[in-house]
Antibody, heavy 120, light 109 residues
Framework: QVQLQESGPGLVQPSETLSLTCTVS????????WSWIRQPPGRGLEWIGY???????NSNVSFKSRVTISIDTSKSQFSLNLSSVTAADTAVYYC??????????????WGQGTMVTVSS | QSALTQPASVSGSPGQPITISCTGT?????????VSWYQQHPGKVPKLLIY???NRPSGVSNRFSGSKSANTASLTISGLQAEDEADYYC?????????FGGGTKLTVL
């Protein structure tokens, strides 16, 4: 059974870069799309971006050029970098798998989420 | 890219049906049959309930059903149960990525 686990710092300084990694276990990272999704405290879900196992990426225009998503298939990991963070980037960050090898698919498997607070 | 529009809250009594709407545009819900619904209990991870407008993943109760008309998608829960009290989110594929609704809090009276 495929499982996802986010890891990374829980506290990031304003203007710094938020860096998270999602480790895929129990299944292959290949031939799937993988997304990052966040949820500010008490608020709704926001899609950040996705990466395909080949390295193709797409991200939410709301983040402009602050988002970088990368993948290391040898380690079964994909990562998120979000630069120039502010308090508005404080949220629970989830990694998730697209249900089948189609970019338009729903997210069927989610990580447990990791809380990231932006504060000095 | 504005979020899809959902009612902030809905409520119903046990055994009753309820419907949650999700309104978008012709660029998202109206343009594709790729609407999904998620259930999220407090402090928990979102769970996929419906995909491709009206399909249920294995293990999801058949009390949950989805539909779409023009730019509006709907999630219907038949026979409300106390355990259905949660937040519900719709989402839609767009050429710019995935768009989520703002979420609906369901209260079981």
């Amino acid at each position: 059974q495929v499982q996802l686990q986010e890891s990374g710092p829980g506290l990031v300084q304003p203007s710094e870069t938020l860096s998270l990694t999602c480790t895929v276990s129990g299944g292959s990272i290949s031939s799937y799309y993988w997304s990052w999704i966040r949820q500010p405290p008490g608020r709704g879900l926001e899609w950040i971006g996705y990466i395909y196992s080949s390295g193709t990426t797409n991200s939410n225009v709301s983040f402009k050029s602050r988002v970088t998503i990368s993948i290391d298939t040898s380690k079964s990991q994909f990562s998120l970098n979000l630069s120039s963070v502010t308090a508005a980037d404080t949220a629970v960050y989830y990694c998730a798998r697209h249900q089948t090898p189609r970019v338009r698919d729903a997210f069927d498997i989610w990580g447990q989420g990791t809380m990231v607070t932006v504060s000095s | 890219q504005s979020a899809l529009t959902q009612p902030a809250s809905v409520s119903g009594s046990p055994g009753q049906p309820i419907t949650i709407s999700c309104t978008g545009t012709s660029s998202d819900i109206g343009g594709y049959n790729y609407v999904s619904w998620y259930q999220q209990h407090p402090g928990k991870v979102p769970k996929l309930l419906i995909y491709d407008v009206g399909n249920r993943p294995s293990g999801v109760s058949n009390r949950f059903s989805g539909s779409k008309s023009a730019n509006t998608a709907s999630l219907t829960i038949s026979g409300l149960q106390a355990e259905d009290e949660a937040d519900y989110y719709c989402s839609s594929y767009t050429t710019r990525g995935t768009l989520f609704g703002g979420g609906t809090k369901l209260t079981v009276l």
